[in-house]
C-alpha cells in the first residue's frame, strides 16, 4: 500500500517550484491533492494534469493565501470537492531582499503577510476539521535561515523563523486530538532560482556545505512525504533541517 493511499493533501503555493515538486511526489504515495496558488494559469493547469496522470484527483484553487476571508473560502470549497483534507503544507512564499537599513515598510509586510500570515490562515481555518477527524499533519515550509538568519533578508528570516515557532505551538496545542504539526527547513536546494546565481556565489555556498552539492528539490519532497505519512506518528513540533549539514 502507498504511504499516502487514499488522503487528502492541500499544499499552498504549489502551481510551480517545491511546491510542485511536494505535490507530485505526494501523488506518487497515493494522496489526492488540492493545491492553491495566487493564479491558476497554464502552469497551475499543467500542474493539474501531471498529477492527475499519477491517477489521483487533483485540482487548483486561485486563492490569495494572505487572505483570511479568501482562505476560509477556499478551504471549505476544498472539503466540498475532496471530503476531507488530511494534511496541510504551508509552502506559499515570497521573498523582497534587502538590507534593514533600506528595507521599506511594504516590503516588510508583504514578506511576513505571504509567508507568516497565510500559515496562519490555513492552520486557523483547518484546525476544526482535523480536530473533528482526530488526526492530521502539518508541514510549515521554513528555511536555515529562520534559524540562524541572513543579512539581507531580515524579513523572509523573521517570516522563517515563524513558521517554526507555530508549528511548535500548534503541535503544543492540539496534539492529544492527534494532530502533528512540524517544520522543514531547506537549505541550498538546486531551483531555477539558485541556478541564476554567478558561479563564485554558488562555490561560496557550496564550500559551507559538508555534502559539497546543493540540495535537489525531491530531497525536500522526501522529508514531506515522512512527516505527512503515519511513518512520522510520533514525530511532532520538529524541525528537519534538509542542507546537506549546512547548518549544524
Do not use: C
Request: glycine share 10%; aromatic share 6%; charged share 20%.
Amino acid at each position: 500500500m502507498k504511504l499516502l493511499e487514499g488522503k487528502t493533501a492541500l499544499i499552498t503555493g504549489a502551481a510551480r517550484g517545491i511546491g510542485k515538486a511536494l505535490a507530485l511526489r505526494f501523488a506518487q504515495e497515493g494522496a489526492n491533492i488540492a493545491f492553491t496558488d495566487l493564479v491558476i494559469d497554464e502552469n497551475g493547469k499543467d500542474t493539474e494534469k501531471e498529477i492527475e496522470a499519477l491517477g489521483v484527483k487533483a485540482k487548483g484553487y486561485a486563492s490569495n493565501a494572505a487572505d483570511f476571508n479568501q482562505t476560509k473560502e477556499v478551504v471549505q470549497q476544498i472539503v466540498n470537492d475532496f471530503g476531507h483534507i488530511d494534511i496541510l503544507v504551508n509552502n506559499a512564499g515570497i521573498t523582497k531582499d534587502g538590507l534593514m537599513l533600506r528595507m521599506t515598510e511594504a516590503q516588510w509586510d508583504a514578506v511576513i503577510a505571504v509567508n507568516l500570515k497565510s500559515a496562519f490562515n490555513f492552520i486557523n481555518a483547518i484546525l476544526p476539521l482535523m480536530m473533528r477527524q482526530r488526526s492530521g499533519s502539518i508541514i510549515n515550509m521554513a528555511s536555515v535561515v529562520g534559524v540562524h538568519g541572513n543579512a539581507g533578508q531580515s524579513n523572509y528570516a523573521a517570516s522563517k523563523a515563524g513558521l517554526i515557532a507555530l508549528a511548535k505551538s500548534i503541535a503544543q496545542e492540539v496534539g492529544s486530538r492527534g494532530i502533528r504539526a512540524n517544520a522543514i527547513a531547506p537549505g541550498f536546494i538546486e531551483t531555477a532560482m539558485t541556478a541564476a546565481l554567478p558561479d563564485d556565489v554558488r562555490a561560496e555556498w557550496i564550500k559551507n556545505i559538508p555534502l559539497r552539492r546543493g540540495g535537489q528539490v525531491g530531497d525536500i519532497a522526501n522529508v514531506a512525504v515522512f512527516l505527512a505519512s503515519d511513518m512520522s506518528s510520533y514525530v511532532t513540533g520538529q524541525v528537519i533541517q534538509v542542507d546537506g549539514g549546512m547548518n549544524m
